[in-house]
């Protein structure tokens, strides 16, 4: 069973657009949105959910008003300011270190379980999908991603699957690095703009410091090819292949809005396009150990 993980430097490239339209071309697969503090994967796949599972990110602290003496030292040492006057606890500012615990000389804090999201296991007309929701003001949306993620390998295990394909999160922080961790190929999608080009350079950096080989789509070649240019010489210099390439086009937003993967949407270039970027993609991925 192979992973496939589909990232991007910044948001905005069309990396779901083109996940979804991998996922509609795959066979024997599990989905799985990694993107989980903005999912938006349901939206063109529409899930049906069969079961959930609740998510605890980290403690939080508690306090037990019968033993509290209202000393205020948890207080004075709570660096998030997370403990009102009445002592009460702010559970959004609360970042689990335990230093009210361990200062309070009546013992009269405990740190303790506290949901933190939940994760979907569910069913789309392409196949098995685990998507997240992390709750508002709540962090440890790497620690979920790692949950997705074994959740997904599990109904992979079971299902008897060949691929999963991890829809990431944007950008280069903990839930990227999360995502990417095991997987045998990453397929970055990128936009020829300065903001594209540089947030490229900083994604490849991951993936090489993780050992993850890198392929590499440009996606709205032609709002910039000169700059385009410069992304095919930068990746032929560094022995990174360009699975392929994407022109600016209205056909994603028009199959978003109709719920549909562009390869649903339209048979046509665009769509012949993404066809020739999955097999590519294929390839790379029945070559790697």
């Not at 083109?18 to 949105?33: F, V």
């Not at 602290?61 to 030292?73: F, P, Q, R, V």
């Not at 991603?145 to 691929?163: C, F, I, R, W, Y």
């Not at 022995?239 to 600016?248: D, E, F, N, R, S």
């Amino acid at each position: 069973m192979k992973q496939l993980v589909i990232i991007s430097g910044k948001g905005g490239t069309g990396k779901t657009t083109i996940t979804a339209a991998i996922a509609s071309l795959a066979e024997n697969s599990i989905i799985a949105d990694c993107d989980v503090d903005a999912p938006n994967m349901h939206l063109l796949l529409e899930p049906k959910v069969i079961e959930t599972f609740d998510f605890h990110g980290m403690d939080v602290a508690n306090i037990d008003d019968e033993k509290c003496s209202g000393c205020n030292l948890c207080i004075e040492n709570c660096n998030f300011n997370a403990i009102f006057p009445d002592h009460s606890i702010n559970s959004c500012k609360c970042e689990g270190c335990g230093v009210c615990e361990y200062v309070c000389p009546e013992n009269a804090i405990t740190m303790v379980d506290n949901p933190s999201g939940t994760v979907f296991s569910s069913n789309t007309r392409y196949g098995p999908m685990v998507h997240a929701e992390l709750f508002i003001g709540q962090e440890a949306s790497g620690k979920l991603v790692t949950s997705v993620k074994e959740h997904a390998m599990s109904l992979a295990g079971e299902n008897g699957s060949d691929l999963v394909i991890y829809d990431g999160p944007p950008g280069t922080g903990c839930p990227v690095i999360a995502t990417i961790t095991g997987a045998d190929l990453a397929l970055i999608v990128t936009e020829p703009s300065v903001s594209g080009i540089h947030d490229l350079e900083r994604i490849i950096k991951v993936t090489d410091h993780f050992g993850i080989p890198a392929i590499v789509c440009i996606n709205k070649y032609n709002i910039n090819e000169e700059n385009t240019k410069q992304i095919e010489i930068s990746c032929e210099e560094n022995g990174i292949v360009v699975a392929g390439k994407l022109p600016y086009d209205t056909i994603p937003n028009r199959a978003m809005i109709g719920k549909k993967t562009v390869i649903e949407y339209a048979d046509n270039e665009f769509s012949e396009n993404l066809k020739s970027i999955w097999r590519t993609v294929k390839a790379e991925l029945d070559a790697t150990s």
